[in-house]
């Protein structure tokens, strides 16, 4: 029966291009697994954008000379491009500076409100000294007054994983130019974390046995010391507070982490209205059939895991001071919260500003998209700390999607094309023709179980499986050799092509532009997996601005499907490209430089 799927993708901020650790923790994993969902008949919609809010906008801007909003226009549409050209299948990636955005997080305030989760405060608020201007909590660092690790930020302790205010930072210093910053009284609201102490206890420990553990355990262990939270900074770039007295308050806004995690509804809400039915939306946030899926790195599992799930229950009315849903009725929680770990680079930390780093575009100008996604795939950061290197890169390039998956399509296809045009009728199959078919066939289920767990590694790594035993029985049954004997020939060729279009359609969702190749090879008609594309829209006439969208009802589904003798053949193009052992020296005289 088919399900609602919310794939919902962490935002990635628009104060610059993004590198590929970034890409790895919310991109490629998220397009694997909703590519996956629609092949296997489910309704998906995957919504993300770029977040365009806070302080780190306008110090970039500030530094370019340019305003915040014309920063942000440039970088949404370098991120919008860049993804794009991975393939990442989203219904809907907008932008946080939509009026729709700003309606909607207006409205989940107001319900917070209204049901008591949100309170005003006088708070000790961090001021750059030079500027004048509210430093952010993530742009103050020092040492963590709980274990003492040197390099906490303002908000949080990676290394114990505390919540964290700047104020008790010891020795705290701007990361915007090493400043000591001065704090001042400031007036904020606060989200009321620990009324939903008891609510997220519940929530999360029914989550056993279904998250990974690592998230699971990183929740869990921030239960215990809840605090509340300010939503509000000094700032005259985001949302506006909409309550009277403090709406018109030129410096006031919604701080960034609140009005970005509401993007997910409000990404969704303008994908409804611009799919012609305004209530679209509601079959994946009010279904309790539905199932909603987070995107993320680490470094986010806090604020999806814990943050987000408050700010939903307070607003359906579910916490300590209980309530009443707001005008948007109640929404579900998320059902599963995807975590990633970091990715390294040569052992080093991702640094833009150190340039230890490698765009997206940059590496897509030179590499095939396919050839990223299947290194993140198979090598990620998916349950640890992982390090990207370029020999291991162009390692797994020529040793397995060339000379593995790219050798097994293209000699397969080539030998059918060239003897016989088109895919060969089958005569009697031996014990070794049955046992390749029936491994082939039956790699679905347990490839499919993975994806469905997204559990990338595994899935890939059991698709590849049946790649190698395709090659080696190729190999063996030696079909090159058996020109007079053209019946057995033709069996062995439509084994192999069999097992092709098998291997292409279980590759689809990590492999998606080459998987469209293999179809066209084998003599597939129309579009096999949509890919995305970049459209311009606007609000009610304003200014315009890019969106990526596409149609992904392609005629990909999760199945075996018996190829048809008799369907022709085209000469087999090269899947990928074999790379120079020389990328290696020149990718890190790159990275030197």
Not at 188 to 194: E, G, I, V
Not at 256 to 277: N, P, T
Not at 309 to 336: C, I, K, T, W
Not at 525 to 541: H, N, Q, S
Request: proline share 7%.
């Amino acid at each position: 029966m088919s399900q609602h799927i919310l794939t919902a993708v962490a935002w990635p901020y628009a104060n610059g291009p993004r590198h590929i650790g970034h890409v790895s923790g919310f991109g490629v994993p998220s397009d694997v697994f909703s590519r996956y969902q629609r092949m296997a008949g489910n309704k998906v919609l995957m919504v993300s954008g770029t977040d365009e809010h806070g302080t780190p906008i306008q110090v970039q801007a500030d530094k370019e000379g340019v305003t915040a909003r014309e920063l942000a226009d440039r970088y949404n549409r370098v991120i919008a491009e860049d993804l794009t050209g991975l393939g990442l299948s989203y219904d809907l990636f907008t932008r946080t500076t939509t009026n729709n955005h700003y309606a909607i997080t207006q409205e989940i305030f107001k319900g917070l409100h209204a049901n008591g989760y949100i309170f005003p405060k006088t708070t000790m608020g961090a001021i750059s000294p030079s500027t004048g201007r509210t430093l952010p909590d993530r742009y103050i660092e020092g040492t963590c007054p709980i274990c003492g690790y040197d390099g906490a930020r303002g908000d949080q302790c990676d290394n114990c994983g505390n919540q964290l205010d700047p104020i008790q930072l010891v020795n705290p210093k701007s990361r915007i130019n090493g400043e000591t910053p001065v704090f001042v009284e400031t007036e904020h609201f606060m989200l009321d974390l620990p009324a939903f102490a008891e609510v997220l206890g519940g929530y999360l420990q029914s989550k056993q046995g279904e998250w990974r553990p690592n998230v699971l355990k990183f929740a869990l262990n921030l239960l215990g010391d809840l605090q509340p939270r300010a939503i509000s900074r000094d700032l005259d770039w985001g949302v506006p507070i909409p309550l009277d007295g403090w709406r018109d308050q030129p410096n006031k806004r919604l701080y960034v982490w609140f009005d970005a995690v509401i993007g997910y509804l409000s990404a969704s809400v303008e994908w409804a209205r611009r799919s012609g039915d305004p209530d679209a939306w509601r079959q994946w946030w009010q279904n309790p059939d539905a199932r909603g899926y987070y995107f993320m790195g680490k470094d986010n599992i806090v604020f999806h895991a814990e943050i987000w799930p408050a700010m939903l229950f307070g607003y359906n009315g579910q916490g300590a001071r209980d309530g009443r849903p707001g005008s948007l009725g109640a929404l579900d929680v998320p059902s599963e919260v995807v975590s990633s770990e970091f990715l390294t680079m040569e052992g080093r930390k991702f640094s833009s500003s150190r340039q230890v780093v490698i765009y997206v575009r940059d590496f897509l100008a030179r590499y095939d998209a396919d050839a990223l996604r299947y290194y993140i795939a198979v090598a990620g950061p998916e349950n640890q700390d992982t390090d990207f290197t370029w020999q291991e890169f162009v390692n797994r390039n020529n040793g397995e999607l060339v000379a593995a998956w790219g050798n097994l399509v293209n000699r397969s296809i080539s030998m059918a094309a060239k003897n016989f045009g088109a895919v060969p009728e089958p005569g009697d199959l031996t014990d070794a023709d049955r046992a390749l078919l029936e491994r082939s066939r039956g790699a679905f289920g347990p490839v499919g179980q993975e994806l469905n767990r997204s559990r990338f590694k595994n899935a890939i790594t059991e698709a590849f499986d049946v790649v190698r035993e395709a090659n080696r029985y190729l190999a063996e049954q030696e079909p090159w050799k058996l020109k007079d004997d053209p019946e057995r020939q033709k069996s062995i060729l439509h084994v192999a092509l069999q097992v092709v279009d098998d291997a292409k359609t279980m590759l689809t969702p990590f492999l998606p532009s080459s998987s469209n190749k293999v179809h066209a090879m084998l003599g597939g008609e129309g579009v096999w997996a949509g890919m995305p594309e970049i459209r311009e829209v606007d609000e009610d006439g304003g200014r315009p601005y890019p969106v990526i969208t596409g149609d992904y009802d392609g005629a990909a589904r999760w199945e075996h499907r018996p190829i048809k003798p008799g369907t022709p053949l085209t000469a087999p193009v090269p899947l990928f490209k074999k790379l120079d052992p020389k990328v290696v020296d020149e990718e890190l005289a790159r990275l030197e430089g």
